[in-house]
Structures are given as C-alpha cells and as structure tokens.
C-alpha cells in the first residue's frame, strides 16, 4: 500500500465526525488534482423514497441552485450511479438530457469530472465525485490514477456510512429476542405462518404473536415492512 493510502486511511479510521472523514477525501482530491470533492449516501430506506445525504464543496450557490432545480432528480451522473457501479466520465453526451443542469454547472467552475458509486451489502449507496473547472481528463491522466480514485470511492463509503447510517438506522423500541428474530427470518425467506410453525415446532397464533411483536417494535406499517427495515438494519445477520 502506498503511504498516501496509509495516510488517508490512518485519517479516515480516527475522524471524529463525518465532517473530519470529508475533510480528509477533500485533502486526497487535491492531492488527485481535482478543486471539488462530492459524496452523496443514498439509505436504502423508505424503499419508496430512499433518503439521500449528501456533502461537497461545491460553491454554495451551486449548492442552493441545485437543491432548488431539483436537479438531484434528473442528473445523467446519479442516473447511471444507482445503475452502475462502472467508472463515469462527464461529457456532453452524458449531460444530453439534462443541458440546463450541464450548462449551469459549468457556469458554476464545475466542468470535468469523474464519479463512481459503491453498494454495500444492506443496500446503502453511496457515489463520489471529483471535479474541476480546469484541464480535461484525458486518458492518460485516467489510466495513472483511476485505481487510486476507486479505491478512494470504496475507503469513502465506509468510512462516511460508519456515521451517517446509525443517524437513519431504524431501531426497534425494544431488543428483538431470538425467537422473534428467527421467526422474521424465515418471514423474510417466504415462510406462510404455518410453515414458520412447522419448522420451529410452535403453533400458528405463537408465529403470529411473534410478528406482531416485531411490528410493533420496530414502529412499521406491517411485517412487510418490518422485513424490510429488519434486514436493512442488520438485524438479521
């Protein structure tokens, strides 16, 4: 491992806050030659509506224009984020979709660029961006850096979500007890309430008594929900 990598690592494992994380990818993308740094953490729930956190260093009033655009909606680069987990590279033809966010954009110094997104295994996405209003990225530049740009996407992602999801995360009221857990678990897998009851040994209303403690627990609508949050959480594993 080279000593930048050491370094940032070292950085990133004894951050205070998210800030301090930030605060550290800022100082590697300068070091990458580029002015603006992005990460935007996208929580896998509400599954309708997944909540979106996002820091940069963009100019504030980029920040405000972009916020008020709703340009999160329509921008090509999330787009292909939540897609792809492949390397992209800001063209003209990626922003043909979207030419007044292109547009002003580069206005705002924002004109080269290069993004990758990362999922982790409880469905949180996250993409980091690095531009600049400067110098194009040509292949050259690309081909000696672009290993040290996704590892940082990678040392991004878990660094930031060690803060960032507990702040989201849905805690049950209660502990789940290990029954409850085992009964959500093979909800989770499809198991009807008889089913559950054949394989633990216990009678349907038990099953059912035990799902209806979850929900409540865990705050949710139903035990689809209940699932889900479950899961999400890690409360499965």
């Not at 951050?15 to 935007?40: K, N």
């Not at 709703?70 to 043909?96: K, M």
Request: hydrophobic share 45%.
């Amino acid at each position: 491992m080279q000593p930048s990598a050491e370094n940032l690592l070292t950085a990133l494992d004894r951050a205070p806050s998210e800030q301090a994380v930030f605060d550290a990818l800022e100082a590697e993308a300068r070091r990458l030659g580029f002015e603006h740094c992005a990460y935007g953490l996208r929580l896998a729930v509400p599954v309708s509506n997944p909540k979106v956190i996002t820091l940069n260093n963009y100019p504030v009033d980029w920040q405000a224009r972009y916020l008020q655009a709703g340009y999160l909606n329509i921008d090509p680069s999330v787009r292909h984020g939540r897609l792809s987990q492949e390397p992209l590279v800001w063209t003209d033809e990626v922003f043909a979709s979207a030419r007044n966010l292109w547009e002003e954009a580069r206005d705002h110094g924002l004109r080269f660029g290069w993004a990758q997104s990362s999922l982790d295994g409880f469905g949180v996405g996250g993409m980091l961006t690095l531009s600049r209003s400067t110098e194009i990225l040509n292949v050259q530049e690309l081909a000696a850096k672009e290993s040290e740009m996704r590892w940082l996407v990678q040392a991004a992602h878990l660094a930031l979500s060690r803060f960032m999801k507990p702040r989201y995360a849905v805690v049950p009221e209660s502990p789940l007890t290990p029954r409850e857990i085992e009964v959500l678990k093979w909800t989770a897998d499809g198991k009807t309430a008889a089913d559950i009851g054949a394989i633990l040994s216990i009678s349907v209303p038990t099953v059912n008594f035990h799902i209806k403690n979850v929900v409540q627990k865990m705050g949710a609508a139903n035990k689809t929900a209940a699932v889900v949050q479950a899961l999400l959480s890690g409360l499965l594993n």
